[in-house]
């Protein structure tokens, strides 16, 4: 079990996956009580056209996935905050940057598995490098997040109220919007695309439903968050088969499911939004 | 250029085009007035997982993305009406959907050297490759999709419009609610069979939130969404066969046109939105009351 650790990816992907599971939990907290799970399942979706796409012209993909998350984040902010539109305008974006992968990875002829490893996730690839660009952009989400934590949550609960104290309201959801694209296109490498997602929804759905308060939410958020991420890689290097994500999101979905059933039966934004209040 | 469309493949994709037309730019309809495309994002990678899922077991994806989705669709329909706190639920299914499809895709990966395109063909859509054989169970589907929601219509518009009212008035709303995500759960397997679970959303959300914009009256709405719907598809497979440039693939020209389509439908009617204030923009947003 520990002779693991002897493997240097082993240990890359440990390093950054811890990161990444703890910068998540905390964003993911503050997504879910802004109502934006859609925008956040949707953005990896935008990066993997991006990453797609700089692997055709032979540019690092990093450099597309941030670019296109971004991007398509500012985009969302600017789009308007009526649930029912932004839904709508969402899905269809989504749909048309997958689309552009697909017509990306058609026309490359090269080495495929370097744009599936993007959609799916791996252990195998993270390097040294990454695993330092992800410490250090992580550290300053983690940052940015603290810095952001009391306006922000003061205009999730009351916005009205924020805008008259004179709270920048648009540009912090615009600020909000452009880290949550960061946290995705950090973990995109070792989740895949296609399930990054989970690490963003799964513990703070979880956690809001254990405790009250803003503050250890996001805790227990980013705690159940970095156990999922450690347990996952365990398993999927012990099985050699299994995929990282899927490991992840099993374990996130199996946790969640007994805390859902057992909680009170009351909105999970209602709890949210008592618990921004105290 | 005569011999490409005389031939099987596309006769079948065609076939398969526009029943994935007409089904999704129907059910889309509702979809967008009942604010559930999140939910139809999630049906169509349930359908991603329960196709990888039959073809792992050796089944016909049709029957895998039915029997999957049809599950999804109980916990989807009984999911409060309300969009707040919907969408975590609706969430949490969605990855653990695709979490499955994964391990379905990486399981069914080392059985057949084929990695790459089986992965593809469930993601991106296998229109081009689609047998004679599926084609009857597609019709059979589509039919009862179409019939059951055009039994359905009227009780459902009646719901989606004015929820509370409706359950005043005796109707099984949360009956109803289940039943149209099952249909919804049915056109997104057929949609997911021509272009792709990730690509599926475009054919089911986009026409007719196109079709909204310009029209009030719900009739016209959705006859305007299977139109547009229709005009998406076919446009796809023409670009895609006779293009000029390289034959993009199908899923992409489809999907990149169903956005033009919204697009467009958005531009041209914005003046119009915006003399009428945006709750009255369609009937039933401003019974909503959002």
């Known amino acids: ?278 | 250029m005569h011999s490409l469309l005389g031939s099987d493949i596309f006769r079948n994709a065609f076939v398969i085009g526009s029943l994935a037309a007409l089904c999704s730019s129907l059910v889309g309809y509702f979809l967008v007035l009942r604010a559930q495309a999140f939910a139809a994002e999630a049906l169509t990678d349930v359908s991603f997982a329960g196709a990888t899922g039959a073809a792992l077991a050796g089944l016909d994806p049709l029957w895998g993305m039915l029997g999957l989705t049809a599950l999804a669709a109980l916990a989807l329909g009984t999911l409060s009406e309300k969009a707040r706190g919907r969408d975590v639920e609706i969430g949490m299914i969605l990855s653990a959907a695709m979490g499955l499809g994964l391990l379905f895709l990486s399981l069914y990966s080392h059985h057949s050297a084929s990695h790459a395109t089986a992965g593809v063909n469930v993601l991106f859509g296998s229109i081009l490759s689609v047998q004679t054989s599926e084609i009857r169970r597609v019709l059979v589907c589509a039919f009862v999709t179409i019939v059951v929601l055009s039994i359905v219509s009227r009780p459902l518009l009646f719901s989606t419009i004015d929820p509370v009212v409706a359950r005043a008035r005796g109707l099984p709303t949360t009956m109803l609610s289940v039943t149209f995500v099952m249909i919804a759960a049915s056109a997104t397997a057929i949609a997911v069979l021509s272009v792709g679970a990730l690509l599926a959303v475009s054919l089911l959300v986009a026409p007719a939130a196109a079709a909204i914009c310009f029209s009030r009256n719900p009739v016209r709405a959705i006859l305007l969404s299977a139109l547009f719907g229709l005009i998406v598809v076919w446009g796809g497979l023409f670009i895609s066969f006779l293009g000029p440039w390289r034959h993009p693939p199908v899923g992409f020209s489809i999907s990149t046109l169903a956005a033009m389509m919204f697009l467009v439908a958005r531009v041209s009617t914005a003046r119009r939105r915006a003399k009428v204030p945006s709750s009255q923009a369609h009937p039933t947003l401003e019974m909503r009351g959002e």
């Open chain 1, 1 to 278: 079990m520990l002779e693991l650790l002897h493997y240097a990816f082993i240990r890359n992907a440990l390093v950054a996956g811890s990161m990444v599971a703890v910068v998540c939990g905390a964003v993911g907290f503050f997504i879910i009580a802004r109502g934006l799970t859609f925008a956040a399942h949707a953005l990896p979706s935008i990066g993997f056209s991006g990453a797609a796409g700089a692997v055709l012209v032979g540019v690092e993909p990093v450099y597309g996935l941030f670019a296109f998350t971004i991007m398509a984040a500012l985009g969302m902010g600017l789009v308007g905050e009526k649930a029912r539109e932004r839904d709508t305008a969402i899905a269809i974006i989504m749909a048309l940057a997958l689309g552009l992968g697909f017509l990306f990875l058609s026309l490359y002829s090269g080495y495929a598995e370097r744009v599936y490893a993007i959609l799916f996730g791996s252990i195998l690839g993270i390097s040294a490098e990454s695993v330092r660009v992800t410490l250090v952009a992580g550290c300053l989400s983690l940052a940015l997040v603290l810095v952001m934590a009391r306006p922000l949550l003061f205009s999730t609960a009351d916005r009205q109220t924020a805008e008259a104290r004179a709270v920048p309201v648009r540009f912090l959801s615009l600020a909000f919007l452009a880290l949550v694209a960061v946290a995705i296109s950090l973990s995109i490498e070792l989740m895949g695309s296609l399930l990054v997602f989970t690490l963003i929804v799964g513990p703070p759905a979880t956690a809001a439903r254990l405790v009250k308060g803003p503050f250890v939410t996001v805790v227990l958020s980013s705690a159940l968050g970095l156990v999922y991420v450690l347990v996952g890689i365990w398993i999927a290097a012990l099985s050699q088969s299994l995929p990282v994500s899927f490991v992840v999101s099993a374990l996130a979905f199996l946790v969640y499911m007994p805390v859902r059933l057992a909680a009170h039966p009351r909105s999970l934004r209602e709890e949210i939004h008592t618990c921004t209040h105290c």
